[in-house]
Nanobody
Framework: QVQLVESGGGLVQPGGSLRLSCAAS????????MGWFRQAPGKEREFVAA????????YYAESVKGRYTISRDNAKNTVYLQMNDLKPEDTAVYYC??????????????????????WGQGTQVTVSS
């Protein structure tokens, strides 16, 4: 029902910045918690960041805290991931995800991939000289 399309990935040098966008359609965007996940070659998918339905709460993996910022614009049905001070370890396919259920009572569950119902196709981020 819900379609998510990521954009904004690409090749960037270490220390550079990128902004990823995820456009949603086919549902009521403002009712979904949104998250970003990533998967590097040979590794499991990992949580990056999440944001509550109204944008009032955000959550970050420790590895990106202070460098990444998640935000959303419900009027545009879009969630963003601003990535600064990028490192080679950030290289991965980045996926946008939507959670249709109510916001979990415990914040840590926003980072559990199994709790999300819809996923985008992913966008490649490569950090290299």
């Amino acid at each position: 029902q819900v379609q998510l399309v990521e954009s904004g990935g690409g090749l960037v040098q270490p220390g550079g910045s990128l902004r990823l966008s995820c456009a949603a359609s086919g549902g009521t965007f403002s009712t979904y918690g949104m998250g970003w996940f990533r998967q590097a070659p040979g590794k499991e998918r990992e949580f990056v960041a999440a944001i509550s339905r109204n944008g009032g709460s955000t959550y970050y993996a420790e590895s990106v805290k202070g460098r990444y910022t998640i935000s959303r614009d419900n009027a545009k049905n879009t969630v963003y991931l601003q990535m600064n001070d990028l490192k080679p370890e950030d290289t991965a396919v980045y996926y946008c995800a939507a959670r249709k259920g109510p916001t979990p009572a415990f914040a840590q569950f926003m980072g559990v991939s199994e709790g999300y119902d819809y996923w985008g196709q992913g966008t490649q981020v490569t950090v290299s000289s």
